[in-house]
Structure formats: C-alpha cells, structure tokens
T-cell receptor, first 111, second 114 residues
Framework: GQNIDQPTEMTATEGAIVQINCTYQ??????LFWYQQHAGEAPTFLSY????GLEEKGRFSSFLSRSKGYSYLLLKELQMKDSASYLC????????????FGAGTQVVVTP | SAVISQKPSRDICQRGTSLTIQCQVD?????MFWYRQQPGQSLTLIAT?????????ESGFVIDKFPISRPNLTFSTLTVSNMSPEDSSIYLC???????????FGQGTRLTVV
C-alpha cells in the first residue's frame, strides 16, 4: 500500500506563505503530484516531482525527498482564491496516470 | 493538455436504478480512469478503463456494481448499478498520456441517490 498522510486543515493570512506536508509509505513510485481542488470542481494539476529536490512554478513550489518519504507544497504570496483543498497523490510504479490520493488539506486564506 | 467532457454533470436517482456516466476526450489517450469522491473525502480509484478489454478494478470495486466500457481511445462509460444512498458521490473521469505527466480530470458527475 501507499499510505499518504496530510494535515486536514491549515489557515493562513493573505500574502503569507503556507507549507503543506505530505508523508507516505511506499516501496516505489513513478512520481508525486500535487493537485488543487476548489469546492464542487475537478482537481487541477499544480506540480509534480520525479527526482528529489525542489520544483518551482510561480507562486507554487513542491519538494520531494524519496529517502525520507516526504514531500511538501509551498504556496507563496497567498491570495483569497487559493482557499481550496490540496491533494497529494502518488503515481504507482505499475501504471502511469493511476493515482493514489491523500485525504487532502483544506487551506483557508483569511484577509 | 486534454479537454474532457463528462455527462451528466449531476443527477438525482431512485435507489435500485442504474446510471451511466459518459466521458469523452478531445483526442486519443492511452490511459483512462474512473474515480469516486465521497462527500468530504478525497478521490478513490475505481478502475482503469482498458480499450478493447475488460476494465481493471481496484480492491473493493467489482464489475457487477460498476461496469465500464471503453470502445475506443476517446470514450468511456461508467455505470453505477442498483444504486443505494451510499453511492451518492462525485464520479470523475481522468486521462493520462504518459508516465510522469499530469493526469487531467473531467468536471465530475454529482450523483445523489434517494
């Protein structure tokens, strides 16, 4: 299995930075993905990591350490529209596109 | 990218009936998947829709309850059979073109069983 753990909820102020951690237990995987999901909408892709290290995409960055079984998503310069659920997902080694998701972290951005 | 059209967007169904959800992609894709998202929860993979052969189901999901068709590389259907209120969920179609690339999701079908 690939137990994937994320905090349930985080609250941060507009303009601040928030880091969402994701830990997992798995024997192997292709890549680790981060998705954003607004209430009532489909998940949209934010970032992914195949190799260890930091991937930066504008206000969003994602980090992976395979040896530590750990990833995080960093959201900078928070905006009200960033209030959403953030999903950590692992693509298994046996089939591309087949994702196992964590429970998601609800981020609430306050004025 | 991939543009995915999923129909219906929502439905309210009587228990004991069945609903078929359609997923149409704007171009050929190798991998198509069906997920379920129960209220307040994350996504759970139901099955991989295989073109020209039977779908591959994840643990806890069976073909009799969730029959899937995939007649070609741009289209798939998921049927939720003999529905009960516990089947009330959002059902999402997802596609992927290659390993280590993003998966795209349809807008989902919000199903309520009464």
């Amino acid at each position: 299995g690939q137990n994937i753990d994320q905090p349930t909820e985080m609250t941060a102020t507009e303009g601040a930075i928030v880091q969402i951690n994701c830990t997992y237990q798995t024997s192997g995987f292709n890549g680790l993905f981060w998705y954003q999901q607004h209430a009532g909408e489909a998940p949209t892709f934010l970032s992914y990591n195949v190799l260890d290290g930091l991937e930066e995409k504008g206000r969003f960055s994602s980090f992976l350490s395979r040896s530590k079984g750990y990833s995080y998503l960093l959201l900078k310069e928070l905006q009200m529209k960033d209030s959403a659920s953030y999903l950590c997902a692992i693509e298994g080694p046996d089939s591309w596109g087949k994702l196992q998701f964590g429970a998601g972290t609800q981020v609430v951005v306050t004025p | 990218s991939a543009v995915i059209s999923q129909k219906p967007s929502r439905d309210i169904c009587q228990r004991g009936t069945s609903l078929t959800i359609q997923c149409q992609v704007d171009s050929q894709v190798t991998m198509m998947f069906w997920y379920r998202q129960q209220p307040g929860q994350s996504l759970t993979l139901i099955a991989t829709a295989n073109q020209g052969s039977e779908a591959t189901y994840e643990s806890g999901f069976v073909i009799d309850k969730f029959p899937i068709s995939r007649p070609n590389l741009t289209f798939s259907t998921l049927t939720v059979s003999n529905m009960s209120p516990e089947d009330s969920s959002i059902y999402l179609c997802s596609v992927s073109r290659a390993v280590n690339t993003e998966a795209f999701f349809g807008q989902g079908t919000r199903l309520t069983v009464v």
